[in-house]
Structure formats: C-alpha cells, structure tokens
C-alpha cells in the first residue's frame, strides 16, 4: 500500500505514521522474535519432528530422519554510502543482507538468524547462529535418533545435516515472506541506516508463520501438515 493511501486511510501525516509502525515493529521483535530462534517449542517436539521427517520422505526425499530445510536468503539493499564492500554480495552482484532461514514441512519458518554483512558465506552465518549447536539439544526423534536438516553443499556434514541434499519442496517456504509482503522487495531497496531492513524481515516471517496457521500455504498444503494452532504457537 503506497503512502498516500495509508495517510488517506488513517488520517495521519508521513512522520507519525513512520513512528506508529517502528513502534510495533519493535514491540513484536521484543515479544517474539525467539519463536524464531529458539528450537525448544511444543510444536518442534521429538514427536512433532519424526513427523516432519516421515512427511518429506513420503513426497520426495530419500532419507527418513530430515525434518527440515535449512538455506541462506540474500536480501537487497540500496547501496550504502560507507562500508560498500561489507555488505556486496558477489555471487548475486548485489548489495544486501543475508539471513539463514530453517523451512518445515508444514508451512512454517522454525528459525530465522540474521540479518549479516551481504559477503558472508553460508558456513560462516551457520557458525555466528550456533544453529548445530541447537540441533544437538534439540533435534532427536521421540527414541533418541539424531534427525537431521538439508543443506546446501556450502554447509558442514555433521551428525544434524545431510549435505549436499536434492532439493526438496519445503523450500517453498522461503519465497513466501517476499511474496506476501512485497516492500522488502521493491526494485528500490530500503536503505540501512533510515530504516529497520533486517528488524523488519523478521517480523514479517514472523507474520507470515501466522497468516500460515490461519490460511495455509504451498509447503504445508503439499504435505498435508497442519501448524500449530496460534495459541500454541504465540504462548
């Protein structure tokens, strides 16, 4: 919605409105945002897991114990005035933020690390996420096997990743937030530095896993998954 349609909706100037959004944004970051860092929840429990696994085995997977996806995101950015080569990301030609997203099954983003400087490789973001390390607490089926995630051939083979892996349909998960919410992709980027760029893509996954339990998407609708209800998801 352009702002000139916001300001006719709401009766509120520019300034005010920018306030009234940075606001929310801020108070849901502070809330919630360890829903998407934090694996120990009801619905990522050893059960829930096996299940997960069990559902990307029966569509296209070879294995039985990956429960999950896990991949980096390169988010565009105007070009900074300091710092440029921080952030420029050669492989996509762009400057940008990178995030590490892990995509399940049934439609939802079960974690999120970011944002980081648009240079960084995918194994260095997995180390700065100590993502393995949460695998190891948490990642096990109800009789104690290690599950695993897929992952690009950039990441580490360990006992919680099967890398190289053949792609798999619960990636499509990661395409929902851009397409949803469509500021964070306009051919004119958000600027570092006037705006909130990396705050703002997590609360909009965080709202995307919402709008996911409420209506559904292509991941969880493919492998016939439910998510949680969203009172047991914003507990």
Same mark, same amino acid.
């Given at each position: 919605?352009?702002?000139?349609?916001?300001?006719?909706?709401?009766?509120?100037?520019?300034?005010?409105?920018?306030?009234?959004?940075?606001?929310?944004?801020?108070?849901?970051?502070?809330?919630?945002?360890?829903?998407?860092?934090?694996?120990?929840?009801?619905?990522?429990?050893?059960?829930?897991?096996?299940?997960?696994?069990?559902?990307?085995?029966?569509?296209?997977?070879?294995?039985?114990?990956?429960?999950?996806? $896990?991949?980096?995101?390169?988010?565009?950015?105007?070009?900074?005035?300091?710092?440029?080569?921080?952030?420029?990301?050669?492989?996509?030609? $762009?400057?940008?933020?990178?995030?590490?997203?892990?995509?399940?099954?049934?439609?939802?983003?079960?974690?999120?690390?970011?944002?980081?400087?648009?240079?960084?490789?995918?194994?260095?973001?997995?180390?700065?996420?100590?993502?393995?390390?949460?695998?190891?607490?948490?990642?096990?089926?109800?009789?104690?096997?290690?599950?695993?995630?897929?992952?690009?051939?950039?990441?580490?083979?360990? $006992?919680?990743?099967?890398?190289?892996?053949?792609?798999?349909?619960?990636?499509?998960?990661?395409?929902?937030?851009?397409?949803?919410?469509?500021?964070?992709?306009?051919?004119?980027?958000?600027?570092?530095?006037?705006?909130?760029?990396?705050?703002?893509?997590?609360?909009?996954?965080?709202?995307?896993?919402?709008?996911?339990?409420?209506?559904?998407?292509?991941?969880?609708?493919?492998?016939?998954?439910?998510?949680?209800?969203?009172?047991?998801?914003?507990?």
């Amino acid at each position: 919605m352009s702002i000139r349609r916001l300001v006719s909706r709401f009766g509120r100037p520019v300034p005010q409105l920018c306030m009234i959004t940075n606001t929310v944004v801020n108070d849901l970051y502070e809330r919630h945002s360890y829903l998407l860092q934090d694996l120990d929840q009801p619905w990522l429990s050893p059960e829930n897991l096996q299940l997960y696994a069990t559902a990307i085995h029966d569509k296209d997977a070879a294995l039985n114990n990956c429960w999950g996806v $896990v991949d980096g995101t390169v988010r565009p950015i105007c070009r900074p005035k300091q710092n440029q080569r921080i952030v420029y990301n050669g492989h996509k030609r $762009v400057h940008a933020l990178k995030f590490q997203s892990v995509g399940a099954p049934n439609g939802l983003i079960a974690n999120l690390f970011g944002p980081v400087d648009g240079k960084r490789h995918d194994s260095r973001m997995l180390a700065m996420s100590c993502l393995l390390g949460k695998l190891q607490d948490h990642s096990y089926s109800p009789t104690g096997e290690a599950l695993r995630l897929y992952g690009e051939p950039a990441y580490p083979h360990r $006992v919680h990743f099967q890398c190289p892996y053949v792609r798999v349909s619960v990636e499509w998960v990661f395409g929902d937030i851009a397409t949803y919410f469509k500021f964070i992709d306009f051919k004119k980027p958000p600027k570092i530095g006037l705006s909130a760029v990396g705050k703002s893509y997590v609360i909009c996954a965080l709202l995307r896993n919402a709008l996911t339990r409420l209506y559904g998407n292509t991941t969880s609708t493919y492998f016939e998954l439910v998510p949680p209800r969203l009172a047991e998801y914003f507990q």
